[in-house]
């Protein structure tokens, strides 16, 4: 074939009979278009560097004209470790993520000084913080807590906030909603550091001809359950099995050092099996763990690995191959 690349107006940009060749001119000529397409700068809603809600409204949804077609594009929050700001999605899910994070952040800096009260007052707070290390550092752990505190006390199981009103409206709730969260989390840090510690002490002193494909196999799945910065995005739904996951982890290797080699290398294939094929129709950029930190299917793969490798513990939902 030969093939014409042509852009917004219908002029061809590019023509070959080579799609690779045609892909690195095209995609050079659009970051070119890109830097100079229309900014979203004039918009009253936008902003580069929020540390509050300052926008009367962040609207649902936008319709912009491209290429003369009117496509519509989704506003949302999104956090910047240091900030939130402003930005269009092409689709409305991934708004909705990005916006409960941009909230989160927004939380965690109005109202910094009472979730910081509460996380210090956490019982066992310095051995967990010990005993976590490997996947939280040290410098960040206070502040992971209190971006937990804040998602648990201001984001989840709201409705959408997209206006100042309703920021400022539960922003003034703010001793009972951080006190509420607190107690959700304070009794779960202590199972968490525990089991963790637990299952990482039982997989650093695996040895044997098949420790190397089982480590293998669980530091990949220890990975995908600690990616940077999880306490903040992990729903609480999944985050709070996290210490059952881990038990999970303990109990399997237990279970391989009394002999149940032939069953554990059974079960891993077929987890790795389901697990490739997840992978398989997913963009291959969009294959990190904090991209599909919402998808079902991820974490239906965390309750089945329960279900085959630590049964006795039990599963939060039905899970099966």
Same mark, same amino acid.
């Given at each position: 074939?030969?093939?014409?690349?042509?852009?917004?107006?219908?002029?061809?940009?590019?023509?070959?009979?080579?799609?690779?060749?045609?892909?690195?001119?095209?995609?050079?000529?659009?970051?070119?278009?890109?830097?100079?397409?229309?900014?979203?700068?004039?918009?009253?809603?936008? %902003?580069?560097?929020?540390?509050?809600?300052?926008?009367?409204?962040?609207?649902?949804?936008?319709?912009?004209?491209?290429?003369?077609?009117?496509?519509?594009?989704?506003?949302?929050?999104?956090?910047?470790?240091?900030?939130?700001?402003?930005?269009?999605?092409?689709?409305?899910? /991934?708004?909705?993520?990005?916006?409960?994070?941009?909230?989160?952040?927004?939380?965690?800096?109005? &109202?910094?000084?009472?979730?910081? !009260?509460?996380?210090?007052?956490?019982?066992?707070?310095?051995?967990?913080?010990? %005993?976590?290390?490997?996947?939280?550092?040290?410098?960040?752990?206070?502040?992971?807590?209190?971006?937990?505190?804040?998602?648990?006390?201001?984001?989840?199981?709201?409705? !959408?906030? %997209?206006?100042?009103?309703?920021?400022?409206?539960?922003?003034? &709730?703010?001793?009972?909603?951080?006190?509420?969260?607190?107690?959700?989390?304070?009794?779960?840090?202590?199972?968490?550091?525990?089991?963790?510690?637990?299952?990482?002490?039982?997989?650093?002193?695996?040895?044997?001809?098949?420790?190397?494909?089982?480590?293998?196999?669980? %530091?990949?799945?220890?990975?995908?359950?600690?990616?940077?910065?999880?306490?903040?995005?992990?729903?609480?739904?999944?985050?709070?099995?996290?210490?059952?996951?881990?038990?999970?982890?303990?109990?399997?290797? &237990?279970?391989?050092?009394?002999?149940?080699?032939?069953?554990?290398?059974?079960?891993?294939?077929?987890?790795?099996?389901?697990?490739?094929?997840?992978?398989?129709?997913?963009?291959?950029?969009?294959?990190?763990?904090?991209?599909?930190?919402?998808? &079902?299917?991820?974490?239906?793969?965390?309750?089945?690995?329960? /279900?085959?490798?630590?049964?006795?513990?039990?599963?939060?939902?039905?899970?099966?191959?």
């Amino acid at each position: 074939f030969l093939i014409h690349v042509i852009d917004d107006e219908g002029k061809t940009v590019a023509k070959s009979r080579s799609a690779n060749e045609l892909k690195s001119l095209a995609v050079a000529d659009a970051k070119q278009q890109f830097a100079t397409a229309p900014s979203i700068s004039d918009m009253v809603w936008s %902003r580069e560097s929020m540390k509050t809600f300052d926008i009367d409204e962040i609207p649902l949804q936008i319709v912009r004209q491209r290429g003369g077609v009117q496509v519509a594009q989704f506003p949302a929050l999104v956090d910047c470790g240091t900030h939130a700001a402003t930005r269009l999605f092409s689709d409305e899910p /991934s708004a909705q993520v990005a916006m409960q994070g941009g909230l989160t952040r927004l939380f965690s800096l109005t &109202e910094r000084k009472e979730l910081r !009260s509460q996380v210090r007052w956490i019982p066992g707070l310095a051995e967990a913080k010990i %005993r976590l290390a490997p996947i939280i550092p040290a410098a960040q752990f206070e502040d992971a807590l209190v971006d937990l505190l804040a998602r648990r006390a201001f984001v989840e199981g709201e409705k !959408s906030i %997209r206006t100042k009103a309703a920021f400022d409206r539960l922003a003034s &709730e703010r001793g009972k909603r951080v006190a509420i969260a607190a107690q959700e989390v304070a009794p779960w840090l202590v199972p968490l550091a525990e089991s963790y510690q637990a299952a990482r002490k039982a997989w650093e002193g695996m040895a044997g001809p098949r420790a190397g494909a089982v480590i293998a196999d669980i %530091r990949n799945q220890v990975q995908w359950l600690t990616p940077a910065g999880f306490l903040s995005i992990t729903p609480w739904m999944w985050l709070k099995h996290y210490p059952r996951y881990f038990q999970g982890i303990a109990y399997r290797l &237990e279970k391989l050092r009394s002999g149940a080699a032939g069953r554990d290398d059974e079960s891993m294939k077929l987890v790795q099996d389901l697990w490739k094929r997840w992978l398989a129709q997913i963009p291959e950029h969009e294959r990190a763990p904090e991209i599909q930190i919402g998808s &079902e299917f991820r974490w239906t793969v965390e309750e089945l690995r329960v /279900s085959l490798f630590a049964q006795p513990l039990g599963t939060s939902v039905k899970a099966s191959p």
